[in-house]
């Protein structure tokens, strides 16, 4: 379920974003203890920060595309590491803004299913208070885990904005090196750069928050489904005959006897999984087509930018001291553990709902309307490249050999 610490975890981020940035479609209301929809002021602050790092791109790409008849300036070791993250950072960019563009797009649809999935699990651990049963080892480690990682995630996206205050003073960084070229000056961590770095890192502060608030809301959204999911799980069905219409001869009912959530009658075990479906649904339409995919490309180029500038600039990393080493270091790590975790925890609720549906026709009588229900019940997915792609174990797999492959071949140019 969505525990109080991520609640709280999400809720903080948010005020972060409304007191610090400035710039949110969705604010916390302390006293209603829900999402509600931000000031226009703060609306349009984050159009702002939008249209100002779509520029980023088109700038970049320039100073990037003018080197490639140069020879000279691509035989150097340097030189070429700033090629290479100088087109990592356009593409995690870019994908960002599509991100950005897609939860701006569906902002009201997200904050209110987030409203509704924490009520929901209100609900479902009311059920479990008066039922008093309590989530076995497992379960809660897996809870735990949850919390870890959600609160890794937030610290990461704060972290992030200010590491690229420092990685901007280093003479590999990209945009280091455009506006040396472009504007002949050698930024550095002196008084008068100051306001551009903390300019910088407040428009990146707006991008990683939509990234953080995009993974929040997916996690939400899992670990309810597995909790719901785990608790549903029948041990057994009681079979009920009543006497029918003058159509029916007898009408046959069940009550479930769930793992965690004690005897529910069949129509509250089809509210709930129905609910759920729902909230799958709505989950699709918004993360489906686009924000897995880009989510997926962006850690993919984090992971080759970060391992290719450790691997080929060692010795200028390292001149930039521990900030940017640890900078580098979460860009290899954090990719690879987010695809990980995500790629088990999606395949696991598919699995979980599979069961369950399974479980209940093989216990069920052909005639019953419970056994009519989960036979129509598709199995709860969630879908990359909607409708062609779902998200399974085997997601991780080959997020690591198209990572090891792009690093191979990098590093043999």
């Given at each position: 379920m969505i525990t109080r610490f991520m609640r709280k975890l999400v809720k903080y981020r948010i005020l972060i974003m409304v007191y610090l940035n400035a710039a949110t479609s969705w604010n916390w209301n302390a006293k209603q203890?829900?999402?509600?929809?931000?000031?226009?002021?703060?609306?349009?602050?984050?159009?702002?920060?939008?249209?100002?790092?779509?520029?980023?791109?088109?700038?970049?790409?320039?100073?990037?595309?003018?080197?490639?008849?140069?020879?000279?300036?691509?035989?150097?070791?340097?030189?070429?590491?700033?090629?290479?993250?100088?087109?990592?950072?356009?593409?995690?960019?870019?994908?960002?803004?599509?991100?950005?563009?897609?939860?701006?797009q569906y902002w009201r649809d997200i904050m209110y299913l987030m409203n509704e999935m924490y009520r929901y699990s209100d609900y479902i651990e009311d059920l479990m208070r008066r039922c008093n049963t309590h989530f076995n080892r497992n379960e809660q480690k897996y809870i735990y885990r949850a919390n870890v990682l959600l609160a890794f995630v937030g610290i990461l996206s704060t972290f992030i904005p200010?590491?690229?205050?420092?990685?901007?003073?280093?003479?590999?960084?990209?945009?280091?090196?455009?506006?040396?070229?472009?504007?002949?000056?050698?930024?550095?961590?002196?008084?008068?750069?100051?306001?551009?770095?903390?300019?910088?890192i407040w428009i990146l502060m707006d991008a990683v928050a939509v990234g953080f608030s995009a993974i929040a809301f997916l996690y939400g959204y899992l670990c309810l489904a597995r909790s719901l999911l785990t608790g549903l799980t029948p041990h057994g069905l009681l079979r009920i005959v009543q006497p029918g219409s003058s159509r029916y001869k007898v009408t046959i009912r069940y009550k479930l006897n769930s793992r965690y959530f004690g005897v529910l009658d069949e129509m509250t075990v089809v509210q709930i999984f129905r609910t759920h479906?729902?909230?799958?649904?709505?989950?699709?339409?918004?993360?489906?087509?686009?924000?897995?995919?880009?989510?997926?490309?962006?850690?993919?180029?984090?992971?080759?930018?970060?391992?290719?500038?450790?691997?080929?600039?060692?010795?200028?990393?390292?001149?930039?001291?521990?900030?940017?080493?640890?900078?580098?270091?979460?860009?290899?790590?954090?990719?690879?553990?987010?695809?990980?975790?995500?790629?088990?925890?999606?395949?696991?609720?598919?699995?979980?709902?599979?069961?369950?549906?399974?479980?209940?026709?093989?216990?069920t009588d052909r005639r019953s309307m419970l056994y009519k229900f989960v036979k129509s019940c598709p199995k709860l997915k969630v879908h990359a490249g909607y409708p062609f792609f779902n998200v399974c174990k085997d997601t991780f797999s080959q997020f690591w050999a198209q990572g090891i492959d792009f690093l191979v071949a990098s590093l043999a140019i």
């Open positions: 203890e829900c999402f509600v929809p931000a000031s226009i002021y703060l609306r349009w602050n984050g159009c702002l920060l939008l249209t100002l790092g779509s520029t980023f791109p088109f700038l970049m790409s320039t100073f990037l595309l003018a080197k490639l008849p140069n020879e000279e300036y691509m035989e150097s070791r340097e030189n070429f590491v700033v090629f290479i993250l100088g087109w990592a950072e356009v593409f995690i960019i870019t994908a960002i803004l599509m991100i950005s563009l897609r939860m701006k200010l590491a690229f205050g420092a990685c901007i003073c280093v003479r590999v960084e990209p945009n280091h090196a455009l506006l040396q070229e472009w504007l002949e000056v050698n930024i550095s961590i002196r008084p008068k750069f100051i306001p551009f770095i903390l300019f910088m479906q729902v909230f799958n649904t709505i989950t699709n339409d918004i993360c489906g087509s686009v924000l897995f995919s880009f989510h997926h490309v962006a850690c993919l180029l984090a992971f080759l930018g970060g391992a290719l500038t450790l691997l080929k600039a060692t010795d200028e990393v390292l001149d930039g001291g521990p900030l940017v080493v640890a900078a580098l270091g979460l860009a290899v790590i954090s990719p690879l553990v987010l695809q990980y975790e995500e790629s088990k925890e999606i395949s696991e609720v598919c699995q979980k709902s599979d069961g369950i549906i399974r479980r209940c026709i093989n216990l």
